[in-house]
């Protein structure tokens, strides 16, 4: 019995090994990579579908001002999470941040169980933003220890199973929402969403001593410097690289927050109830993460390895650009929802991946400024300048067709800017 469970064991190794290019030293990096996304996309999966049920219920054109808001608050931590990066050794950035993280979460439970019966108009705008300020830096800051802690070469091979790891979390997250609403108020899943972070913090800790990267040891640090604290910003201004990382990131939000305002308005004007939005929500997730997974662990690796970055790259904004067509034939939330689902499934499979691995040609200091600063602040900032877009065009009387004819040529940049990266990472790699 005990021969053939090693028998057993050998055979899955050699299987693993066929599909997944890993040498022997790197697959305990790997395994603990992939278990901690997995709990840090769980963290934010289960509290997403009751930030997109409070997002529906909002009176209409209040996400547009809610962007604005997010974006403003990114612009104020950035000053913040500066100062927290030059103080503290690298090791200890990711502890500290998901440490606060965990504490706002707890906070939430008790300020949501005032009033069970509803959510006060302020309280649910303070909670949208505040959830899209968090899954964006617990996200960034996992990707940035990546970034750290594995090779450029390593990175186009691993990555895509890593995101599988997150993806699997995004798979079980909304189906444990849907069953624990069952049986516990929407209000505590905050707590649960604290759980998968604490997991995911102590998890960390064990990537950061087992990965197989460059770990370079760390200088004393100074007294933070207003200069230094600016460091994020300042790095993407003046390396052509990171800026045009920085333009990618702001024309992809350009373009695909417009989707994701169609769908919160056809939700609100089409099922009624918060718990039937949060289940719409978390259904949809988990179709995402079904199709996401078999592509992030078979086809990812395969995909970038023959084609290069720049397919992973491309791959996102042609999307888009059929979506934008195809919405423009038949505005329904069916059809909103089949584009979205395949937009994540592209996002997750293919253009994170691409995109993180860019990171891992830059020195470690940009790796948690810069792309930090480019995963919040530009990040919300395109989805902030898509709101005043759309809603000045709305105003203006701009139809669907108008709407399209702005986003089109958008779309087209974006593509320009999917190869510009590709050449310029291959320049950095030689």
């Known amino acids: 019995m005990a021969a053939r469970a090693v028998d057993l064991i050998a055979r899955g190794r050699v299987w693993f090994s066929s599909i997944i290019n890993v040498a022997p030293h790197e697959r305990l990096a790997l395994a603990l990579a992939f278990a901690t996304f997995f709990c840090v996309l769980a963290s934010y999966f289960t509290v997403r579908p009751l930030r997109e049920a409070m997002g529906a219920g ?7 001002a809610l962007f604005t808001a997010v974006f403003v608050t990114m612009v104020a931590l950035v000053p913040v999470y500066g100062w927290v990066v030059t103080a503290l050794k690298r090791r200890h950035v990711l502890p500290a941040v998901y440490s606060f993280f965990i504490a706002n979460l707890i906070a939430f439970s008790v300020l949501l169980g005032l009033d069970p019966k509803s959510v006060p108009p302020w309280l649910a705008c303070a909670f949208f933003i505040w959830v899209s300020v968090y899954n964006l830096f617990i996200v960034s800051l996992f990707w940035s220890l990546m970034a750290d802690r594995f090779s450029s070469e ?13 993806t699997l979390g995004a798979f079980v997250a909304p189906g444990l929402v849907s069953y624990l609403l069952q049986l516990i108020d929407t209000r505590h ?31 004393s640090k100074p007294a933070p410097s ?28 350009l373009v695909s927050t417009y989707f994701y305002l169609e769908q919160s308005r056809l939700v ?13 929500f978390a259904w949809r997730d988990q179709l995402v993460a ?5 592509i992030q662990l078979v086809g990812t690796a395969a995909i970038l390895g023959r084609f290069g970055l720049v397919a992973g790259l491309l ?8 979506g934008l067509a195809w919405f423009w034939v038949s505005p329904t939330l069916t059809v909103v929802a089949a584009i979205m689902t395949v937009e994540r499934i592209v996002t997750f499979g293919l253009s994170t991946p691409a995109t993180k691995v860019l990171y891992t040609v830059v020195t470690p200091d940009e790796k948690y400024k810069a792309q930090n600063f480019v995963d919040t602040v530009v990040y919300r900032g395109g989805d902030a300048a898509s709101g005043w877009l759309l809603k000045g065009l709305g105003n203006a009387g701009a139809g669907a067709g108008t709407i399209l004819l702005v986003l089109l040529p958008l779309s087209g940049l974006w593509i320009w800017s999917s190869l510009k990266l590709g050449a310029m990472h291959r320049q950095r790699e030689t």
Request: net charge negative; glycine share 10%.
């Open 154 to 166: 390593e990175g186009k091979r691993l990555f895509g199973v890593i995101s599988a790891g997150g």
């Open 268 to 280: 609100s004007e089409t099922i009624d109830g918060q718990a039937d939005k949060v289940r719409f």
């Open 290 to 294: 079904i199709a996401t997974i078999a």
């Open 189 to 219: 899943l905050t707590l649960v969403s604290a759980g998968w972070l604490a997991m995911a913090l102590g998890m960390a800790h064990f990537v950061a001593r087992e990965a197989s990267g460059r770990d370079t040891p760390e200088d």
């Open 315 to 322: 791959a996102l904004p042609v999307t888009c650009a059929l």
């Open 226 to 253: 207003l200069a230094a604290i600016l460091d994020g910003a300042t790095h993407v201004l003046r390396s052509p690289y990171l800026g045009q990382i920085a333009i990618w990131i702001l024309l992809a939000n």
């Open 58 to 64: 909002l009176p209409k054109g209040w996400l547009e």
